[in-house]
């Protein structure tokens, strides 16, 4: 069975950094493309980055270029979302996906998702 798990939210000030950690179980994590996602309340969600399996692919939103970095250990079967100079914008909950082959900026694409976590970002 299939489990994404996200760690690493929480509650900080503008300015500050956080790092998200998605672990993955019961795929073959090499094999799998792995996003990012953030959906605020009333707002749709939105993919805030995606790598490819081995890395040799990396896409970031116009809002998180520059500040937030994706990153991934096909050894342990973990990925990071490294997000630097955090803003009240950035507010949201943010899921882990995953699914074969190549990025997708849709989320109907990714087949698996964590349960998220939630990040707030006070001014």
């Known amino acids: 069975q299939v489990q994404v798990v996200e760690s690493g939210g929480g509650l900080v000030q503008t300015g500050r950094s956080l790092r998200l950690s998605c672990t993955a179980s019961g795929l073959g994590f090499a094999d799998y493309a792995v996003a990012w996602f953030r959906q605020a309340p009333g707002k749709e969600r939105e993919r805030v980055s995606c790598?490819?399996?081995?890395?040799?692919?990396?896409a970031y939103a116009d809002s998180a270029r520059g500040r937030f970095t994706i990153s991934r250990d096909n050894a342990k079967n973990m990925a990071w979302l490294q997000m630097n100079n955090l803003t009240p914008d950035d507010t949201a909950m943010y899921y882990c996906?995953?699914?074969?082959?190549?990025?997708?900026?849709?989320?109907?694409?990714?087949?698996?998702w964590g349960q998220g976590t939630q990040v707030t970002v006070s001014s």
């Open positions: 790598i490819s399996g081995r890395s040799t692919f990396i």
């Open positions: 996906a995953a699914r074969t082959a190549t990025c997708s900026p849709s989320a109907g694409a990714f087949t698996y």
